[in-house]
């Protein structure tokens, strides 16, 4: 490790260099040549006596005159019995001393702030922390059965530069199909490639496809008449697929329909064709052998003869497979008409790697190549793709049966984003401004719910050509809505699909923020045609940049296009400000930027931290930079980029370039923006920003990492050394109500003010990290907010009390402040800090469960939230988007006011489940056209019905939720099921939900999450999950979102029991839970639950029973 990273003033770098890295700090000692270490000489290790040197000069005297010496005896040494014990004592107390000692001189370096550490806290609250020390938790044991990644990449010496595919599918229901040819695929591919280093050997991935290994079953060759007569003409196109950006005109020729389409200054890829009928295979290279490699996923051509850099050749050859029922690659799912008859149709998904699982490729994100492809489909069906069509359902030379569909050359893609599917879809179609032809795509029955998804979709397009200063890329764009999708939505360039739930919306069936998802979603996944497809992260460490960056603009082109009416800015706190900063409070988050060891990361990098934290640092780096220089540098990155792959260095440079030199750091010199974003994504975590008065004129600003457990230490790898959980800072403040000049945190900062003024830091929620008041400071907060609440903005007041909770949950400071600073709600109108409090109730009624002694926080919470249920109408239909907020409140009040079994608000969930669900609905009819239950509570409803309801209640929702094709209804009904009391019915749905065929893969989620929160369904998810894991994992194991999400979600741990039970079952089962990081958050949460009830239960108890703590107990550290 090089000095120059660890400052030396901070003695934790110190302890990382020496602790840091323990594989690199034990060098094992050669005893043959052992040396020591002067200066920069190497001294010879000698006898202490001085003679070795000289015995070793007689031996070698003896050598050249070939004599041998008689070897010497050896002396007999011995001493007195009780010598040896003495010494032996002697020996011991030299040990333990020396211990001693060491411990003496490395305690006072170890106690400090910080993460690896005892904290000593302010004396202010008396509180006391256990901190997880450093080398607590070693490296985590790697599965030996999976390949590090770096034997997962791709050699560096072949690169795509085109794909030819065609695709025939199988799809029973529309045409006579063969027996053996039934729901599968055949396919045959072209793929020109590029040597760019010297070799012998050409390598594709590839995963369980069908394939003749035998070599003559292959092709590689070279078309001379190609090299030599359309040289000149493809040279640029060519060195463009290479990622080195478009110089070609700016029209667009498709040779075979001699159609063009023009585009103002964005130039599409010219269309490369393979002309088929050249002479027999006298251009053919020699193929020695094929070689598959299943644990690499590598398909091998060797070579007879070298190729040398600059070559161009192709590769031709056929494969097959049958239609995948995971959710990736080419898979088969399905859908239910009006009558319930299923229909099968078949969808793709490609992200992060499943692409090699459809067809062999270079699937890796920065090998970018352009594709044509070719859909055979049987008639009857339509075929889309992520190019235009060229040639539609056209009826095939062979059979009436069948037909095809061709699609215009994509642009330079990863493979990942390669799509189709062949379906009896309908579609809704418009155009955008500037001409982009917009189709979506559904099942009949559900095609005028995608109206509100198409306007948005065009008006999406509209907003990012302004915003990013570049027209649309390609002449049409389509969106589907798939009934079975694994991740919520995938933008798939040309044809994004989505999940149903989250593009589908009609206002008689969907709640406000129903509405709300899927404007952000359509908005996120058209962001990413520019960000993620046309500039593309090189690897998968910085997902961030493709998933962060849309996060944060998705809620621009929303507030744009609805003119602010959503109220975006409170949802963004409400939801990824707060989502980010609950996930990365946690041992088991991880850096933005990530050291990707696995593809089971990669999948697992589908989170919180990637998407929310992502967009929270973006709007931070925003709020610093300014609004349009923020816009001029993403323009420029994504004019600069266009094409090719980036990493977060070339984001960060971008945005630098347009910072105006007066604009400083902390340190008074130009700010760097770079180095300020390195340390918000090398390392994991944020920091709470601590205040504590020196005197009445003096407060200082200091910083620490914070953690919400901080005895449970993180991953090793996970650490970095050269920032050590130290931030730069941005201080957004005000005094007295006024906005404060922006002010820098580096170590300390102090400020000048006198006794009595309010200093209210982040008023806004921009900064991303927490702040903790001195005992004075929160006093200050709670008068201002009994006196006047509105002095404070809505944002501020969110953030204030949920810092609150937070940090008294992780024993900063204790819940009376909380509970203090929320006093005032009785006066409060707004939904944000209401929604804050209630999720700080709902954190400690979750510690104490349903414990006997929970009775205390039981009625607390339904004295705060009785007055604001009953002054809000909660049968209202919220239709305006101006509601979204309102509707949210009315929601979120009701379900806190019945979980705690407020009578007013059972008797009321009660009257309506059973008048206008239950008697409304016959076993026939379909529940979201014969509810007459607001759809703003209908959740609720439904879940306390079942839960007070009787076995045929149950019965009947159940077959309500069969027979249900709104996806939306569906999912209500499902989580309802799991607030059942019955443990019998529940463990039958479990069961039937996870063998049967009655609920997509992704749906069954939602079954787990009702039962998780249920009374009765969460003490028997965990067994379920843990009986069952063998038939879980093989059903969902290729399922990424699915599968760690009922893990997510079902798995709750209250005790040492249940602690010790997931431990052992994990120990058990290492190969399959470690794929899944869910199970890891299970062991933190249970341990965080364990250490929260040894700090605050006792206390907390004696708080709602009006006592004072005055005294802590022994094992109840507030």
Request: glycine share 4%; aromatic share 10%; net charge negative.
């Amino acid at each position: 490790m090089a000095m120059e990273e660890i400052d030396l003033s901070d003695r934790r770098g110190l302890i990382a260099m020496a602790y840091g890295n323990p594989k690199e700090g034990n060098k094992s000692l050669n005893t043959s040549t052992s040396t020591i270490d002067k200066g920069s000489d190497k001294a010879p290790l000698t006898n202490i006596n001085g003679k070795s040197q000289e015995r070793e000069r007689e031996r070698e005297r003896d050598r050249e005159r070939g004599e041998t010496r008689e070897p010497r005896k050896k002396k007999r040494i011995s001493c007195a019995y009780a010598t040896c014990l003495f010494l032996l004592l002697c020996a011991i107390l030299a040990c333990l001393l020396s211990a001693l000692i060491t411990y003496g001189l490395t305690k006072q370096a170890f106690d400090r702030d910080g993460d690896v550490l005892p904290f000593v806290p302010d004396p202010r609250y008396n509180l006391t922390q256990e901190e997880a020390l450093l080398d607590e938790e070693e490296e985590e044991e790697r599965d030996l059965s999976i390949p590090p990644m770096a034997d997962l990449r791709l050699p560096k010496d072949v690169i795509p530069l085109w794909y030819n595919l065609t695709v025939q599918v199988h799809l029973p229901g529309f045409v006579p199909i063969e027996k053996d040819k039934n729901l599968t695929y055949d396919a045959s591919i072209t793929i020109k490639v590029k040597i760019v280093k010297d070799t012998d050997k050409i390598v594709l991935n590839s995963k369980e496809l069908d394939l003749d290994l035998n070599a003559g079953s292959f092709r590689i060759f070279e078309d001379k008449q190609d090299s030599e007569n359309k040289r000149a003409q493809r040279s640029s196109n060519e060195t463009e697929s290479e990622n080195e950006g478009f110089n070609a005109t700016e029209i667009t020729t498709i040779h075979e329909t001699k159609t063009t389409t023009e585009r103002s200054n964005i130039v599409p890829h010219r269309n490369l064709t393979f002309e088929e009928d050249h002479n027999e295979k006298e251009n053919d290279l020699k193929i020695k052998k094929i070689t598959l490699n299943e644990t690499l996923q590598f398909l091998t051509f060797h070579l007879s003869e070298k190729l040398s850099a600059g070559k161009e050749v192709y590769i031709k050859f056929a494969f097959s497979r049958k239609l995948r029922t995971t959710m990736n690659g080419l898979y088969l799912t399905k859908y239910k008409t009006e009558n319930g008859t299923e229909r099968l149709f078949a969808m793709t998904h490609m992200e992060p790697a499943y692409a090699r699982g459809f067809v062999p490729c270079f699937d890796e994100p920065h090998l970018k190549a352009p594709w044509k492809i070719k859909i055979i489909h049987p008639k009857g069906t339509k075929a889309i793709s992520n190019g235009i069509e060229l040639e539609e359902s056209v009826a095939t030379k062979d059979s009436p049966d069948w037909v095809y569909t061709s699609f215009g050359e994509t642009l330079p893609i990863s493979s990942y984003l390669v799509a189709m599917s062949v379906n009896d879809f309908e579609y809704l179609e418009g155009e955008s401004a500037k001409g982009t032809r917009f189709r979506v795509w559904a099942r009949a029955t559900a095609i005028n719910e995608t109206e509100y998804a198409l306007d948005i979709g065009i008006k999406s397009i509209d907003f990012y050509e302004k915003y990013y200063g570049m027209e649309y890329p390609i002449p049409k764009q389509d969106m589907i809505a798939v009934s079975d999708f694994d991740p919520g939505a995938m933008e798939n360039m040309g044809l994004i699909a989505f999940r149903e739930i989250l593009v589908l919306y009609n206002p008689k069936l969907h709640s406000l923020q129903t509405k709300y998802k899927v404007a952000t979603t359509v908005a996120h996944e058209v962001s990413h045609q520019w960000l993620g497809n046309l500039v593309t992260m090189d690897w998968w460490n910085d997902l961030w940049l493709n998933e962060g960056t849309a996060r944060y603009l998705e809620a621009k082109a929303v507030k744009e296009i609805t003119n602010g009416s959503f109220q975006g800015d409170q949802m963004f706190e409400l939801y990824e400000h707060n989502r980010a900063f609950t996930k990365d409070a946690r041992s088991s988050s991880h850096p933005l930027h990530l050291n990707i060891t696995s593809y089971d990361e990669v999948k697992e990098a589908f989170d919180f931290i990637t998407y929310d934290k992502g967009a929270s640092l973006l709007k931070m780096i925003e709020k610093i930079i300014g609004e349009k220089d923020f816009e001029k540098g993403l323009k420029d990155y994504v004019k600069k980029l266009c094409y090719k792959t980036t990493n977060s260095s070339s984001l960060f440079e971008a945005l630098n370039s347009e910072i105006p030199e007066k604009l400083t750091g902390w340190d008074e010199k130009k700010f760097d923006l770079p180095d300020f974003a390195n340390k918000w994504t090398e390392q994991m975590g944020y920091p709470v920003v601590e205040l504590h008065r020196l005197d009445n004129e003096t407060l200082e600003f200091t910083q620490r990492r914070f953690k919400r457990d901080p005895t449970i230490p993180e991953s090793a790898r996970y650490r970095n050394a050269r920032y050590w959980y130290k931030w730069d800072i941005p201080l957004w403040y005000s005094v007295d109500g006024d906005e404060q000049p922006l002010a820098w945190l580096h170590e300390a900062y102090r400020l000048n003010i006198t006794e009595n003024q309010l200093v209210l830091v982040n008023p806004e929620s921009i900064g991303f990290y927490r702040v903790n008041y001195d005992q004075r400071g929160w006093e200050a907060i709670q008068r201002q907010l009994l006196k006047d609440h509105t002095k404070i903005p809505v944002k501020g007041r969110h953030r204030v009390i949920d810092d609150a909770f937070i940090l008294a949950a992780a024993n900063h400071l204790p819940y009376e402040v909380a509970f203090n600073v929320s006093s005032y709600l009785s006066k409060e109108t707004e939904t944000l800090p209401w929604i804050a409090a209630m999720a700080g109730f709902n954190d400690v009624l979750h510690h104490f469960d349903d414990q006997p002694d929970s009775e205390g926080i039981r009625e607390f919470i339904k004295s705060q939230v009785k007055p604001l249920f009953n002054n809000l109408d909660v049968t209202h239909n919220f239709a305006e988007d101006k509601d979204l907020l309102k509707s949210l409140l009315v929601a979120n009040a009701m379900k806190v006011y019945c979980m705690v079994d407020g009578a007013e608000c059972i008797e009321k969930a009660i009257k309506l489940f059973k008048e206008d669900f239950v008697d409304a609905c016959s076993h026939d009819d379909i529940a979201s056209e014969c509810s007459r239950v607001p759809v703003t509570i209908r959740d609720t409803v439904y879940c306390e019905g079942i839960r007070w309801g009787t076995t045929a209640d149950f019965e009947k929702i159940r077959n309500l939720t069969i027979r249900e094709t709104t996806s939306t209804e569906r999912s209500i009904l499902l989580a309802s099921l799991g607030c059942s009391r019955d443990p019998y019915v529940l463990k039958k749905a479990f069961f039937e939900g996870v063998n049967g065929t009655d609920f997509h893969d992704n749906e069954l989620v939602s079954l787990f999450l009702g039962a998780a929160y249920g009374t009765v369904g969460k003490y028997l998810t965990n067994d379920f999950i843990m009986d069952n894991w063998k038939e879980l994992f093989k059903r969902f194991q290729d399922t990424q979102f699915s599968l760690r999400n009922i893990v997510l979600y079902g798995l709750r741990l209250r005790d040492e029991r249940d602690l010790k039970e997931i431990e052992s079952f994990i120990s058990k089962h290492k190969i399959t839970t470690r794929r899944f990081s869910a199970w890891k958050s299970a062991i933190e949460q249970g341990k965080s639950t364990l250490n929260w009830n040894k700090h605050h239960r006792k206390s907390l108890i004696k708080f709602f029973k009006g006592e004072k703590n005055e005294k802590r107990d022994e094992d109840d550290e507030l």
